[in-house]
């Protein structure tokens, strides 16, 4: 059953649950980010209106700086307005920033210490029509493995909305990783969100497996888990919106407790979550574990549910997952 | 400002003694780059002896101009130049890429105060320069902020991105510098890629460009003065440099780009640099 301390949505299972895009949290996250403090500042590689930086641009024109199509150049304006004393937010497509501008990254980002946010739309295979060229499924994987950077992944605008606002009050780089699509909105304003921290969406009463995962696949996975549940396989659903740094010790306990993981991510299997997890697990717990995700194969064009579904993360995928991981328990 | 002899004089004594000190650093070290140091002394002497409003005690003084080296491969001059200006003592430069030392290979910002950022991946210190500008203009500041880039770094796409951004955004507050000595680490310039005609390209991105002798310090100090008082739009400054400069044998070529003396040539240097010294004393005293 849902986590009722969480305050989730009421319409949670709802078929008019609201639906609103990640990206649209990050817009009124700035808002609120460039009100409590004057030295945040947005810059945009010619991707105003999409990447939701408009309502920013238009508030403080004279903090918001058009880059035009030059993501090098975005990133590292930023690194020099980091480095002196400016909180600045730089907003793209994932595939581009932090895509092309890795090394800038890395280096005058990460490696400087300079207070930057990396901000990733339309990231994952729900970027549709477009196709494979536009959908980054490699980013968690690529931010993540430097030294220095944290890595948030909301699940919904709401969470997406406090995720932004938590970056601006930390100090250093972050990577904030948000979706093109309408998802339903299944956390509410007073859920915790709290950078580090993993929560519990759903637990059954006899969980046999936990289901980890990040951004809006978790709403696959609570469907999942429902109706598991009603099939009488009870399991744990974590909402680990932090991918770094990881909510290691949470994760353990619960593997401990469930002795089997199924990881849910919008990323390839290869480095992003699962990959995070099964580092921690093997270190200090080694468990049966199943991956949802993209299995080392590119996208397509299509419409984002098809998609979901051809590459294997919708709701049936995740329930056989979970079915095989228990399988293979000792 | 009027530069008078002795001025002058004491900058050329300057300048020698901290192309000493980067004999005497890249012999101790065993690696690292010898003709661009060597050839952006005088550049280097320029500025931290009498261009940029700084504090070595202060480091963090927020008013100060900024000093951004992209080319962070040359930076045994800069840590010559910051330990003669007493940034930090002078035997500290013996530990240059040596290990725990706050003299990195390639300099980074959060091991030694007054590194303004880290560089030395090439082309990416004219958008920094760029951020930090912004930055000073949002605060009201009335400080400048200096880049010097390689010519080398000029075949990188990211330099060009910078190059258009600053002219859009008016940044009359930068001053960039080009230390133009026509070698990169596979040979010269205009046979691995082509820069020229330079001055048109920039003054086509419509950036106010001066050419000078990088060796002069009354042509260094008037591009520096003058670019002061540009309004609306960036200054570069392309600095005609003769790399490996006041060691006959490193003069001009591109072996010595990315290699140090041995004890042998370091002794050689030496002794090339001390001679010099006593010229330029015994000159300004006729």
Same mark, same amino acid.
């Given at each position: 059953?849902?986590?009722?301390?969480?305050?989730?949505?009421?319409?949670?299972?709802?078929?008019?649950?609201?639906?609103?895009p990640t990206r649209?949290?990050?817009?009124?996250?700035?808002?609120?980010?460039?009100?409590?403090?004057?030295?945040?500042?947005?810059?945009?590689?010619?991707?105003?209106?999409?990447?939701?930086?408009?309502?920013?641009?238009?508030?403080?024109?004279?903090? =918001?700086?058009?880059?035009?199509?030059? *993501?090098?150049?975005? @990133? &590292? +304006? /930023? %690194?020099?307005?980091?480095?002196?004393?400016?909180?600045?937010?730089?907003?793209?497509y994932a595939v581009?920033?932090?895509?092309?501008?890795?090394?800038?990254?890395?280096?005058?980002?990460?490696?400087?210490?300079?207070?930057?946010?990396?901000?990733g739309a339309h990231a994952g295979i729900s970027v549709g029509?477009d196709?494979a060229?536009h959908q980054a499924i490699e980013d968690i994987?690529?931010?993540?493995?430097?030294?220095?950077?944290?890595? =948030?992944i909301?699940?919904?605008?709401? *969470?997406?909305?406090? @995720? &932004? +606002? /938590? %970056?601006?009050?930390?100090?250093?780089?972050?990577?904030?990783r948000f979706g093109r699509e309408?998802t339903?909105?299944?956390?509410?304003?007073?859920?915790?969100?709290?950078?580090?921290?993993?929560?519990?969406?759903?637990?059954?009463?006899?969980?046999?497996?936990?289901?980890?995962?990040c951004g809006s696949l978790?709403?696959?996975?609570?469907?999942?888990?429902?109706?598991?549940?009603?099939?009488?396989?009870?399991?744990?659903?974590?909402?680990?919106?932090?991918?770094?740094?990881?909510?290691?010790?949470?994760?353990?306990?619960? %593997?401990?407790?469930?002795?089997?993981?199924?990881?849910v991510e919008e990323h390839q299997?290869?480095?992003g979550l699962?990959?995070?997890?099964?580092?921690?697990?093997?270190?200090?717990?080694?468990?049966?574990?199943?991956?949802?995700g993209m299995?080392?194969?590119?996208g397509?064009?299509?419409?984002p549910?098809?998609l979901i579904?051809?590459y294997?993360m919708?709701?049936?995928?995740?329930?056989?997952?979970?079915?095989?991981?228990?399988?293979?328990?000792? | 400002?009027?530069?008078?002899?002795?001025?002058?004089?004491?900058?050329?004594?300057?300048?020698?003694?901290?192309?000493?000190?980067?004999?005497?650093?890249?012999?101790?070290?065993?690696?690292?780059?010898?003709?661009?140091?060597?050839?952006?002394?005088?550049?280097?002497?320029?500025?931290?002896?009498?261009?940029?409003?700084?504090?070595?005690?202060?480091?963090?003084?927020?008013?100060?101009?900024?000093?951004?080296?992209?080319?962070?491969?040359?930076?045994?001059?800069?840590?010559?130049?910051?330990?003669?200006?007493?940034?930090?003592?002078?035997?500290?430069?013996?530990?240059?890429?040596?290990?725990?030392?706050?003299?990195?290979?390639?300099?980074?910002?959060?091991?030694?105060?007054?590194?303004?950022?880290?560089?030395?991946?090439?082309?990416?210190?004219?958008?920094?320069?760029?951020?930090?500008?912004?930055?000073?203009?949002?605060?009201?500041?009335?400080?400048?902020?200096?880049?010097?880039?390689?010519?080398?770094?000029?075949?990188?796409?990211?330099?060009?991105?910078?190059?258009?951004?600053?002219?859009?955004?008016?940044?009359?507050?930068?001053?960039?510098?080009?230390?133009?000595?026509?070698?990169?680490?596979?040979?010269?310039?205009?046979?691995?890629?082509?820069?020229?005609?330079?001055?048109?390209?920039?003054?086509?991105?419509?950036?106010?460009?001066?050419?000078?002798?990088?060796?002069?310090?009354?042509?260094?100090?008037?591009?520096?003065?003058?670019?002061?008082?540009?309004?609306?739009?960036?200054?570069?400054?392309?600095?005609?440099?003769?790399?490996?400069?006041?060691?006959?044998?490193?003069?001009?070529?591109?072996?010595?780009?990315?290699?140090?003396?041995?004890?042998?040539?370091?002794?050689?240097?030496?002794?090339?640099?001390?001679?010099?010294?006593?010229?330029?004393?015994?000159?300004?005293?006729?």
């Open positions: 059953m849902l986590n009722k301390e969480l305050k989730l949505s009421d319409k949670i299972f709802q078929d008019d649950i609201e639906q609103k649209d949290g990050y817009g009124q996250g700035l808002l609120i980010a460039g009100e409590e403090n004057s030295n945040v500042v947005v810059l945009c590689a010619d991707l105003t209106e999409s990447t939701r930086s408009e309502g920013f641009a238009k508030k403080w024109p004279e903090r =918001f700086f058009e880059i035009g199509v030059a *993501e090098q150049n975005l @990133a &590292t +304006v /930023a %690194a020099g307005l980091g480095i002196s004393g400016k909180i600045p937010f730089i907003s793209s581009f920033s932090p895509g092309r501008n890795w090394e800038q990254i890395r280096t005058t980002i990460a490696y400087n210490d300079s207070n930057v946010k990396i901000a029509p196709g060229t994987a690529t931010m993540r493995v430097i030294a220095n950077m944290k890595v =948030f909301p699940c919904d605008s709401v *969470e997406a909305k406090k @995720a &932004t +606002v /938590a %970056a601006a009050k930390i100090y250093g780089p972050v990577y904030l309408k339903p909105v299944f956390t509410s304003e007073e859920t915790a969100f709290i950078p580090g921290k993993a929560e519990i969406l759903w637990e059954s009463r006899k969980p046999q497996t936990v289901i980890i995962g978790l709403y696959n996975a609570l469907l999942a888990a429902k109706d598991l549940e009603n099939d009488g396989i009870g399991t744990i659903v974590l909402n680990s919106h932090t991918i770094k740094p990881l909510d290691e010790k949470k994760i353990v306990e619960i %593997a401990k407790k469930c002795g089997a993981v199924v990881s299997v290869i480095g699962g990959g995070a997890i099964a580092e921690v697990l093997a270190k200090n717990y080694p468990a049966p574990m199943e991956f949802i299995q080392n194969v590119f397509e064009s299509g419409q549910d098809e579904e051809k294997g919708g709701v049936k995928d995740i329930k056989a997952a979970v079915k095989k991981v228990i399988k293979r328990k000792k | 400002m009027e530069l008078h002899e002795d001025k002058i004089k004491y900058l050329e004594e300057t300048a020698n003694r901290i192309r000493q000190l980067i004999i005497e650093t890249l012999v101790e070290a065993g690696s690292g780059h010898s003709a661009g140091p060597l050839g952006m002394a005088d550049i280097f002497t320029a500025l931290y002896f009498h261009v940029l409003r700084h504090d070595p005690k202060n480091p963090e003084w927020p008013d100060r101009d900024r000093l951004l080296l992209s080319n962070g491969h040359i930076c045994p001059v800069r840590y010559a130049a910051m330990a003669y200006a007493g940034y930090f003592p002078i035997e500290e430069l013996k530990t240059l890429r040596k290990i725990n030392s706050r003299l990195q290979g390639h300099p980074h910002r959060t091991a030694l105060p007054g590194v303004e950022t880290t560089s030395g991946h090439l082309g990416s210190g004219l958008s920094q320069a760029c951020g930090a500008a912004l930055a000073s203009r949002l605060d009201n500041r009335k400080n400048r902020i200096y880049c010097l880039m390689s010519d080398g770094e000029q075949d990188c796409g990211n330099t060009w991105e910078a190059a258009m951004f600053a002219a859009k955004y008016k940044l009359s507050n930068i001053t960039a510098v080009i230390d133009r000595n026509n070698i990169q680490i596979d040979g010269f310039t205009e046979n691995i890629m082509p820069l020229e005609p330079l001055r048109q390209k920039y003054e086509s991105f419509n950036w106010h460009v001066l050419e000078i002798n990088g060796h002069n310090f009354y042509q260094i100090i008037d591009a520096f003065n003058e670019a002061k008082v540009i309004h609306e739009m960036p200054t570069l400054i392309i600095a005609h440099i003769t790399p490996g400069k006041g060691v006959s044998f490193m003069e001009n070529d591109y072996a010595w780009h990315g290699k140090p003396p041995s004890k042998e040539e370091a002794g050689q240097a030496l002794k090339e640099l001390k001679s010099r010294e006593r010229e330029i004393r015994n000159s300004h005293n006729k």
